[in-house]
């Protein structure tokens, strides 16, 4: 596991990372093994409804593991 | 990772943070995660992240026109494989390196585990390359003697292709070396010099998957291997080891602790049977003094001593010199 600021940072790139999926249109789907809320951003933690929801779309999926 | 299929969702399980570019069909992109024994961060970025963002979505698209889904194999999750059935308590949460827990302890309770399975995800660094943080195709450095500057690749040089696959990150390298050969290997290399493109050949020999121990050092996957110390501890600020006498450039650590308990607590009766006390400043392990965390030195442990044979330890007890002969177990 990542030490605090570790964690920190991460969270501070994922945040970032998020506005940078918003602004980069369309975005990508991002599935999230631990789950996440940001504005914006569609945030899956259930991987095979990401799967589903970016082959109807032909987008991407952003698969993120922490 | 409790229910995630790491046969679709392969990454190097021994991270804290992974993130795959993926095509629904279960195709990776391009994988955006890496790190070397400096910082667990040491290949994360903003910028890079941006790249795989933008980069690899026209990989997306480009892959989307002429579709080639992976071969189905059928789902493993990190809960259902048998060592992790095994254990007296479930995790409340599976973490990304629970996955290699699990993969290894399977293989060493049927005994076929090897040393090299744990090679994974090769550091680019065992091929010669030190990649840029930011733009991480730019090589940054080529190792004097390794295969990348046999190849001829250059500081400066932004890689293109590696065994064919598009590499926008770190990660990506890896994962071009991790699925390539242990034995004597050839990987093609296309790569930008001065905006021409050019191509190249890393040739690799045998062995090349080995890490070396500070390489190796940040994985947890060494905890398991033997032959193990038997203690640890933490290592001596410049402060303290001034106060002490001890070379500023000389790695040294007081011992916190001999393993006394679960499994492995044999280990630390040998130590403590060898004459080792907890709060001995250890200042060389076999002649060693190079080290430069408690990480390598336990890695350094593993991978180069032998079973069977006797280490050197020399430590300042009180202050005053002594040494001790340690056995090294199985």
Not at chain 2, 197 to 218: D, I
Not at chain 2, 247 to 259: N, Q
């Amino acid at each position: 596991m990542p030490n605090r600021s570790s964690a920190t940072a991460i969270l501070v790139l994922l945040v970032l990372v998020a506005g940078l999926a918003v602004w980069l249109e369309p975005a990508p789907v991002i599935a999230d093994d631990e789950g996440a809320e940001i504005a914006g951003v569609e945030w899956l933690t259930d991987l095979d409804v990401a799967r589903a929801k970016a082959r109807e779309s032909g987008r991407p999926i952003l698969a993120v593991f922490r | 990772m409790k229910g995630v299929d790491v046969r679709t969702f392969h990454f190097d399980f021994d991270l804290t943070f992974a993130a795959l570019l993926m095509h629904p069909d279960g195709t990776i992109h391009h994988t955006y995660a890496g790190r070397d024994w400096t910082d667990p961060q040491s290949h994360l970025s903003v910028g890079a992240f941006v790249d795989v963002l933008r980069r690899g979505r026209l990989d997306h698209d480009a892959y989307a026109k002429s579709p080639r889904p992976p071969k189905r194999q059928k789902p493993l999750s990190v809960d259902q494989m048998p060592w992790m059935k095994r254990r007296p308590k479930q995790p409340d949460c599976y973490h990304c390196h629970n996955v290699n827990d699990a993969r290894f302890g399977d293989a060493r309770d049927r005994g076929t585990f090897k040393r090299r399975d744990a090679w994974t995800w090769p550091d680019p660094v065992q091929v010669g390359l030190r990649l840029d943080k930011t733009i991480q195709t730019s090589v940054v450095e080529v190792v004097k003697g390794s295969a990348a500057a046999k190849a001829g690749l250059q500081p400066g040089d932004r890689l293109r292709t590696l065994g064919g696959a598009s590499v926008l990150t770190f990660g990506d390298v890896q994962r071009v070396l991790d699925a390539s050969a242990a034995g004597a290997e050839t990987i093609p290399v296309v790569f930008l010099r001065d905006g021409a493109t050019k191509n190249a050949r890393l040739r690799l020999a045998k062995g090349w998957k080995q890490p070396t121990p500070l390489v190796f050092s940040w994985r947890s996957t060494k905890w398991p291997m033997a032959p193990k110390p038997g203690f640890g501890g933490r290592p001596l600020d410049a402060a303290q080891k001034r106060k002490l006498g001890i070379d500023k450039s000389h790695f040294a650590f007081r011992i916190g602790y001999l393993v006394t308990w679960g499994e492995n607590a044999y280990t630390g009766r040998n130590a403590a049977k060898a004459g080792l006390r907890k709060g001995d400043v250890v200042v060389s392990v076999g002649g060693k003094t190079d080290l430069t965390s408690m990480n390598h030195f336990h890695a350094w442990f593993r991978l180069t001593q032998k079973p069977g044979s006797t280490v050197v330890v020399k430590v300042l007890r009180n202050g005053k010199p002594k040494t001790f002969k340690l056995s090294v177990l199985k």
